[in-house]
């Protein structure tokens, strides 16, 4: 027993000075915390570390283990006396790391159970893939199969889909509630609409500016297969835990199922959810054509011009009850800042609301996801919560202060943020399970500048002395818009 | 009537363990509130399957605002009622509100406003054998669509749940009606709200937890069932409160602090 014990405490010592040695890499020393790039650099660095060690360990435990099994019975004996002289413990146990077999048995059920835990791993990851494997692969790019009969669509923001479960379900309305100060809602905007326009789904665009045609111009392009590719796997070591080596050799086939539709697919037509590079305009030929059809909203009366644009729209893709799920293609409709006080309606509150209204009641009944930003602060506060509850999916946007000391103390990553998304409503189309999400804020952030991804809120660590940033960055924020922890 | 076991909290909130009478909620107004946060519509499923038993007669009169049909059909189908089969029994009557557009104004000479849709559910009930009238449910998802559709007339609406609150009596069947509390709480009088919760008799809100929401807790339930005028007994109002875990084929309810 005093061996097991000796054993174990070896155990931990080699534990803790795992441990200390990681956050020795990640704190810097001062405690500061690491940038990204760097942190990314070090994963890979430890990963590969500790890849080597546990290689080396296996080898030594082989070949000692062929060495000296016949000799080993009176040394186990030995040993196991040994150790009962208190103070000479560790030494024993260095010891029995030399010679003793029995340590290498226990090596050898360590890595035994490492590889049983690997290959109970296996199913479980194939079982947490298996809805999309399972789906057959749709006829359309750019549609989803997802749970009770729904069609997904994607919302342009790869972290965006994840976090909803899959992307905007067809036939759904999804709100934005504007940052009256700040233009974050046309992030979503663009986004979505590009992927629309990539996937050559037929868009109806609605804004209160003079010029609704002109923003097509600022649309984003999306990236090359190759450089998606580049990238997500860079994203991928971004986020490795440090424990993922283990099951590295099981990483590129998952992948493969996961991210089929995504990052394997030579052909860009393939991929269900593009990266969008916000520098870089798409390119003409993708508006060009009739698909894409522009409605100012600034000066129709009880807004009938938009109405009527909707339901010729619309009436492309209506579906029957019966022929559900059977779609063949997808429409999309954004109508930014319907109630911009620029516009005439902008004070006729009822009017608004029974275009959404009957907006709703006819999305539900085709192929087409519409989503509408708008300014809750220009509402009367009745009216709005009426929007709000009228939506399926409830997303809001903010800008960040710039120079918010305080948030900045509490958040990691503060200075690469753009801004916050919160998550309010989650859409339930032929269920009535509510989606209860880990984290309902999320940080807007540009990955090298280009493409826009959504985060958890991490929070910082206290002076960074204790350099346990990975056991807290687990404190999401709640349910509420202030940041309370 | 040997699922006596399977009443849950809210059934039991609700009156419905009582034996004596074959639908203990004729004659009564149910009254649901929610939150955007916090949405009761399961109230309301749940409240179908229970107006709908496999081996009695009783009828429900579905006006819906928010959903088609197919949308009910699945979440139902899951909780192990068939409206389908309802349907073509004349025991689901279903009412897809979801285009009407009454304009303002012309209520009454118009064919598509509230007055008609009063008057489709009146000839709904009335044409039903005598015996089922009084098992007859008149349900509305939800009010706040409908002031909407009645664009923003809201005395309409009022006209309109008097109306059926009156087949109550008529008739001795029920009415439940979904509302969204938070709609009227920054109006200074909330007139429209406090006048459906008079005329309710059972009032339901549905809240988010003070401390947000969690995966095991979806949300509370106050139920308040007032006084009954039928019986002798005390006429005092009862409250309940309860939390619920909302799941595809039930709905969990459990008192505050009892679930690990």
Redesign the interface.
Known sequence: MAMKSALSRLSVVRSMESTRGATRYLSDGKGRILSEEERAAETIYIQKMERERMEKLKQKAEKEKAEKEKESADKIFRLVIEPDMGSKIAYSAEVSFDSGPRYVGHMRTKLHSVDSAMATAKPRLSSFSRNLAAVPAPQTPGLKCGP??TTFVSSGIPDLDKILGGGFPLGSLVMVMEDAEAPHHMLLLRNFMSQGLVHNQPLLYASPSKDPRSFLGTLPSPTSSKDDKSRHSDSEQDKGLRIAWQYKKYMGEHHQNFDGNRSSGADDKQVFCNDFDLRKPLERHYFSGQRVDCVGIQDSTKLVALRDHCATFLAQFSRS?RT?GSSSCAGRIAIQSLCAPQCEHSNM???M??FI??L???L??SNTVAVITFPPSLL???SS??W???ADT?LSVGAIPDEDKELARLLSGYQDMVGLLNV??VA???????V?LEATTFSIKLHKRRFLTLECLNQAPVDGSSGSSYGTSGGCS???KTLDF | MNDNQSLNLLDRALGLEQQSRPWPLSGRVVLIEDRVETTASFVLHQLIKRSLPPNSSNVVVFVAFANPFSHYDRVLRKLGCNLVTQRDNNRFFFFDMLMLQCPDGDEGKSKVGLVSLYEKIHKTISSLPEDKKSYVTVMIDDISLMEVAANGASDYVLDFLHYCHALTSEFGCSLVALNHEDIYSNTETPTFILQIEYLADILIKAEPLATGLAADVHGQLTVLNKATSHGLGSSRNKVYNFHFKVKENSVEYFYPGSRG
Do not use: A, F, Y
Not at chain 1, 428 to 434: A, M, Y
């Open positions: 009770n009969g009850d559900e509150e009822w009017d609301l029974s209204k009957s709703k009641g006819k539900r009944s009367s506060p009745s919560k009426r709000q509850h009228m409830l309010h409503k339930r189309i032929n269920t009535q399970v509510p209860i709640g349910s509420s």
